[in-house]
């Protein structure tokens, strides 16, 4: 493969806004270059799960789109905002039109969970304080948790309630892109086809671009409306999932031919 997008999505794909552009990123640890001359776009409105097999770097890639990361070379432009090289009071406008959830959810463990949603708009707005409880509030609730969990620390929750209290606090700001790090990583199958049926409803009903880092297939088939394959230190290739069984590459084909693969196919098409 060239790295293109396969021929049915470069088809379709042209009229649509590509919210992020990545192109030629190089990064780069000592000796080791995980990424090089790496490029992709992710469009308005879509789910994009990202995969690859162990060391690809796709949380290595996540991070620097998101700033966590300064890659050697290259240029990101998220929203038509450099964030590489952008002015600086740019790119933290930028931050706030984007949230991020990280596999292990990352909350403050000294806080609450309500204080951990409240957390980025004490940071970034001027709201009063009975404003962002009752804004945090209604975050926690759209994440399907309880509000008994507004006042519990993260210590206190099971991992699934911990990866949702972390979509609430990434949804703090009314962002337009979310970035999600292994989301149903850890949690059991009923857990994780939860997890899935929530980030499909959030993205339909606050016309979200989702930019999903996972290894699971069941979520691949289930909400994403395309597939990036990173191997060989660049996007192999991208496109919809059931383009993917047509890729000429022994990764691809194991991983999206196998029998874990078929059987997160047949349920993807039940659901």
């Known amino acids: 493969m060239d790295g293109t997008p396969l021929e049915k999505t470069a088809k379709t794909d042209t009229k649509r806004e590509a919210v992020i552009r990545v192109r030629n990123l190089t990064n780069q640890f000592g000796p080791q270059v995980v990424h090089q001359d790496l490029n992709l776009d992710v469009w308005r409105g879509e789910v994009l799960g990202i995969v690859g097999g162990s060391g690809t770097g796709k949380s290595v890639l996540l991070r620097t789109i998101v700033g966590l990361n300064k890659p050697a070379a290259g240029s990101i432009d998220v929203l038509g905002v450099d964030v590489l090289n952008g002015p600086e009071q740019e790119r933290q406008r930028i931050e706030q039109r984007w949230g991020v959830a990280f596999q292990d959810g990352a909350l403050f463990s000294s806080l609450t969970v309500l204080q951990n949603v409240m957390a980025p708009m004490r940071e970034h707005t001027g709201l009063s304080e009975s404003l962002m409880t009752a804004l945090g509030g209604l975050k926690i609730s759209l994440v399907g948790l309880p509000q008994l969990s507004c006042g519990k620390f993260p210590s206190e929750l099971s991992g699934g309630m911990r990866k949702r209290a972390a979509l609430a606090?990434?949804?703090?700001?009314?962002?337009?892109?979310?970035?999600?790090?292994?989301?149903?990583?850890?949690?059991?199958?009923?857990?994780?086809?939860?997890?899935?049926?929530?980030?499909?409803?959030?993205?339909?009903?606050?016309?979200?671009?989702?930019?999903?880092?996972?290894?699971?297939?069941?979520?691949?088939?289930?909400?994403?409306?395309?597939?990036?394959?990173?191997?060989?230190?660049?996007?192999?290739?991208?496109?919809?999932?059931?383009?993917?069984?047509?890729?000429?590459?022994?990764?691809?084909?194991?991983?999206?031919?196998?029998?874990?693969?078929?059987?997160?196919?047949?349920?993807?098409?039940?659901r």
């Not at 993205?203 to 289930?222: C, E, I, K, P, R």
């Not at 999932?241 to 874990?260: A, C, L, N, S």
């Open 169 to 270: 606090r990434a949804l703090a700001l009314d962002p337009e892109i979310v970035f999600l790090d292994e989301p149903t990583a850890g949690l059991d199958p009923i857990g994780a086809a939860a997890y899935d049926e929530l980030i499909g409803e959030l993205q339909h009903a606050l016309g979200l671009t989702v930019f999903m880092v996972t290894h699971d297939l069941d979520s691949l088939y289930a909400i994403c409306d395309r597939v990036a394959v990173l191997a060989e230190k660049r996007v192999l290739v991208e496109g919809p999932i059931e383009e993917m069984t047509k890729v000429d590459h022994p990764w691809v084909q194991e991983y999206f031919t196998g029998p874990r693969a078929r059987a997160a196919q047949e349920k993807g098409q039940d």
